[in-house]
């Protein structure tokens, strides 16, 4: 397993849509491995594969956070087939660190799926589930949470992501 190189806003990789999973292998499995050990390596709660430079419609999620792999979903080409009511909270990114904001969000959905054999199923959530599920599957159409936020919010964001993205290049350097 090994910890992958995250993309930060404002890279505007982040805003490629991607494309399907066509190939059910290994290679695919690897790569979920490593989608969550870089997942838990920042404490997040989910990742999309588009934030790691690999635009493939994969989703990792776990929102108990305690590295279990009962609680660890994998989302290959995921898509919404019913969403209804209204929430949000706080939302924040892994590719977007340092910033968050309010995103109103369907209360809960519907998605089909397959998993890491090619197999199709569905899952009905609420909750954090719902929300972690709107947000993941917003990266894999080249949408970030800041995307929903009024221009002057963006903008205010879009400044403090290059300071904070100029900082951990500093410290990149400075490590070398």
Same mark, same amino acid.
């Given at each position: 397993m090994a910890i992958l190189e995250l993309l930060y806003y404002p890279d505007e990789k982040l805003h490629q849509v991607s494309a399907p999973?066509?190939?059910? %292998?290994? =290679?695919?499995?690897?790569?979920?491995?490593?989608?969550? *050990?870089?997942? @838990? !390596?920042? =404490?997040?709660?989910? #990742? $999309? !594969?588009p934030q790691i %430079?690999?635009?493939k419609?994969?989703?990792?999620?776990?929102?108990?956070n305690e590295k279990k792999p009962e609680d660890q979903l994998i989302l290959i080409n995921p898509e919404f087939t019913h969403k209804e009511g209204s929430t949000g909270?706080? =939302?924040?990114?892994?590719?977007v660190p340092g910033l968050r904001g309010k995103v109103e969000r369907a209360e809960k959905v519907t998605v089909k799926a397959q998993n890491l054999n090619g197999e199709f199923f569905e899952l %009905? $959530?609420?909750? #954090?589930l719902a929300i972690c599920l709107q947000h *993941?599957?917003?990266? #894999? %159409?080249?949408?970030?949470?800041?995307?929903?936020l009024s221009p002057l919010k963006r903008n205010m @964001?879009?400044?403090? !992501?290059? !300071?904070? $993205?100029?900082?951990? *290049?500093?410290?990149k350097k400075h490590q070398d």
């Amino acid at each position: 397993m090994a910890i992958l190189e995250l993309l930060y806003y404002p890279d505007e990789k982040l805003h490629q849509v991607s494309a399907p999973v066509t190939e059910f %292998n290994d =290679e695919l499995k690897q790569l979920v491995s490593d989608m969550f *050990e870089t997942m @838990y !390596a920042d =404490e997040g709660i989910g #990742l $999309a !594969a588009p934030q790691i %430079n690999v635009f493939k419609k994969i989703v990792v999620i776990d929102v108990v956070n305690e590295k279990k792999p009962e609680d660890q979903l994998i989302l290959i080409n995921p898509e919404f087939t019913h969403k209804e009511g209204s929430t949000g909270i706080d =939302e924040g990114c892994l590719s977007v660190p340092g910033l968050r904001g309010k995103v109103e969000r369907a209360e809960k959905v519907t998605v089909k799926a397959q998993n890491l054999n090619g197999e199709f199923f569905e899952l %009905n $959530a609420d909750g #954090l589930l719902a929300i972690c599920l709107q947000h *993941e599957i917003d990266h #894999l %159409n080249g949408k970030l949470f800041i995307d929903y936020l009024s221009p002057l919010k963006r903008n205010m @964001y879009r400044s403090k !992501a290059k !300071a904070l $993205a100029k900082e951990r *290049e500093r410290q990149k350097k400075h490590q070398d």
